[in-house]
């Protein structure tokens, strides 16, 4: 760590969080437009990517191919980490120093579609950014777009660059929407082998191998 308390690889490129690629350089410089100043940066990249890539979490995520960042921007869709990892992406194409955050959450507001494709209401090892803005480390969480959040009575989350945006407690009725059970930490990188591994263990291994297997499938075809 530097004195800053910022470490130099929340600023560089990798494999998966291809911040130097063209198209992630195009798409942030579009969604920053004329504007300097980090902080609003950071909340247009927030909202370009909230609403920009559709949630979908009928993407694949068994390779690290599916997380790069230019590969979301080209599907235009994906779950909640593909998501973070392209918002990170896009912080450090900016200069922003962008991590990646990990945490267990319960939804109690998921869909039956999704209880049944998961066999419960805990998301495992959910995806966010934290960007680094005057002086400390912010959590945005881009995942649902505003479309979705509208049809499922959610109110979108908003990043104003001054403030953690995090899922509520609570839907716009009242009702219980999200708890957050564990946090895994912050990372430079995806850490895919550990997210795997937790999906299994939460899951179950042959869930997991069939949902492999479905996508296998589906590109053979």
Not at 34 to 41: F, P, S, W
Not at 211 to 217: D, G, H, K, L, P
Request: include cysteine; charge should be negative; glycine fraction near 8%.
């Amino acid at each position: 760590m530097e004195d800053s308390g910022i470490d130099a690889s929340y600023l560089r490129p990798t494999v998966v969080i291809d911040s130097e690629h063209p198209d992630v350089i195009k798409f942030a410089e579009t969604a920053v437009g004329a504007v300097n100043n980090k902080t609003e940066q950071a909340s247009r990249l927030f909202y370009a990517v909230r609403d920009g890539i559709i949630y979908d979490p009928h993407t694949p995520f068994y390779r690290p191919e599916h997380y790069r960042a230019s590969n979301v921007l080209k599907r235009g869709r994906g779950f909640c980490v593909p998501k973070a990892v392209l918002l990170c992406a896009l912080g450090r194409a900016c200069g922003i120093p962008s991590r990646l955050g990990l945490a267990d959450i319960r939804n109690h507001g998921a869909s039956g579609e999704l209880v049944e494709m998961m066999g419960c209401k805990i998301f495992a090892f959910h995806g966010f950014t934290e960007f680094y803005l005057d002086g400390k480390w912010l959590k945005a969480t881009p995942s649902f777009d505003s479309g979705l959040c509208h049809k499922h009575n959610i109110a979108p989350l908003t990043f104003d660059g001054t403030c953690h945006a995090i899922f509520p407690s609570t839907d716009l009725a009242g009702n219980p929407y999200v708890e957050y059970l564990t946090y895994h930490g912050h990372f430079a990188d995806l850490p895919l082998e550990p997210i795997l591994a937790g999906w299994r263990k939460t899951y179950g291994e042959d869930r997991v191998k069939a949902w492999i297997a479905a996508f296998e499938q589906a590109s053979a075809d």
